[in-house]
């Protein structure tokens, strides 16, 4: 993908999370909850002001520096990699696109916008940019683990073990 591929996909992304966002806002935040399916899912308006399952909730502004430098770190790697491949490259634009989308609201709002809650577990709301982050992160991983993977095969020593056991018994048979 081009780099001005690159930035649109990112900016589409971005763009579809503050929108999303704006609504949540708007029509969520007033009401509270919406049950989508009820026992499964439901939209829940929250301000998270800290991380993962509200994680370091009075350090905004220590997280908004820390995501910043995160977002450097990924868009940094996404242009210096020697490995060219465009499925980590989708990873990696999903995980900054993500990135920006929460980084907006903590910058912007203070706090980011959850809305998504799934009711048949017990786990954390979140929002569109989560997924997104957490999509491009779960791709990289089986990514990166079937590449070392494939490495590892590929890294055998094509000796035969029984080779090894020729040239012992040579050297033996010399020394009788």
């Not at 998270?48 to 790697?77: C, K």
């Not at 203070?110 to 809650?117: A, K, P, W």
């Amino acid at each position: 993908m081009s780099i001005i591929g690159a930035v649109l996909f990112v900016l589409s992304l971005v763009g579809i999370d503050q929108v999303v966002k704006y609504f949540v806002i708007e029509y969520l935040k007033p009401v509270g909850i919406i049950e989508v399916i009820e026992g499964f899912i439901r939209l829940r308006y929250i301000e998270n002001t800290g991380a993962v399952f509200g994680s370091f909730a009075a350090h905004t502004a220590l997280l908004t520096v820390v995501s910043i430098i995160l977002l450097g770190v990924t868009i940094y790697f996404l242009f210096t990699q020697k490995n060219k491949s465009k499925l980590v490259n989708f990873s990696l634009l999903l995980m900054i696109s993500g990135g920006i989308g929460n980084i907006i609201d903590r910058i912007r709002l203070h706090y980011v916008v959850d809305y998504i809650e799934p009711t048949f577990i017990d786990f954390a709301v979140f929002n569109f940019a989560d997924c997104l982050i957490t999509v491009g992160a779960f791709v990289l991983m089986i990514y990166l683990i079937a590449d070392m993977a494939k490495d590892a095969k590929n890294s055998k020593s094509p000796v035969k073990d029984d080779e090894f056991l020729k040239d012992d018994t040579v050297i033996d048979n010399e020394r009788n």
